[in-house]
């Protein structure tokens, strides 16, 4: 599927890991029969619906990055612009406003997690066609439940890069609901991230 031009993917992957003990991204994890790092296996629900995503990691994540680009393969990795957040540390907001300053022209940014290995395609795909369609924000939903990825607008630009935190846009999200396309999915996918060991049980 070809990537909108005016449409940015992406994926934040500057998470320190404390509460998994290791890295989570690059924990082995089977899914469908298939054995990839943990980052792997989200990223590639993207790369079905992106040409090209915008990936943030912490400093220093060479290993990460080349781990990743390994177990995906030549073809694949090329879809991937790494992008390091030298603020990473101070929270997730700093990966995103990392993630919107190197995509600035885009008309809006699609925004995941690296630790959701299960979000579906439909999602992705769901809130990229809101924004298309003019949605000001568009995330998928479940039992009237919101669910990620979540989509931004380019009138949020600013917004966006003023933001602080460990919260991300959850402070914008919660102002502007009435604003929000949300995108029926039947599959518990697009609540499920992996923050400690146990969680790999929900795959």
């Not at 500057?14 to 991204?25: C, I, N, P, Q, V």
């Not at 792997?40 to 080349?66: K, M, N, Y």
Request: charged content about 20%; aromatic content about 4%; overall charge negative.
């Amino acid at each position: 599927m070809s990537e909108p031009s005016d449409i940015a993917a992406i994926v934040l992957a500057a998470g320190a890991s404390r509460r998994f003990g290791t890295d989570k991204l690059l924990h082995p994890v089977t899914l469908h029969g298939v054995t990839l790092p943990l980052a792997a296996h989200s990223l590639l629900s993207w790369q079905e619906t992106f040409g090209h995503i915008t990936v943030v990691t912490r400093p220093g994540a060479d290993t990460f990055c080349g781990a990743i680009e390994t177990a995906l393969g030549a073809i694949k990795s090329e879809q991937i612009r790494w992008i390091e957040c030298a603020d990473a540390t101070q929270g997730m907001a700093a990966s995103m406003v990392c993630g919107v300053r190197a995509n600035l022209a885009a008309a809006g940014w699609l925004i995941g997690l690296a630790d959701m290995p299960v979000v579906p395609v439909a999602a992705i795909a769901g809130v990229r066609k809101a924004l298309l369609a003019g949605a000001a924000l568009a995330a998928p939903s479940r039992d009237d439940r919101r669910g990620h990825p979540v989509g931004f607008a380019s009138r949020y630009r600013d917004e966006l890069l003023l933001l602080r935190g460990d919260t991300g846009a959850r402070r914008l999200l919660e102002r502007d609901i009435s604003k929000l396309v949300e995108i029926n999915i039947d599959d518990a996918g697009i609540f499920v991230d992996i923050d400690i060991p146990g969680d790999l049980q929900s795959l």
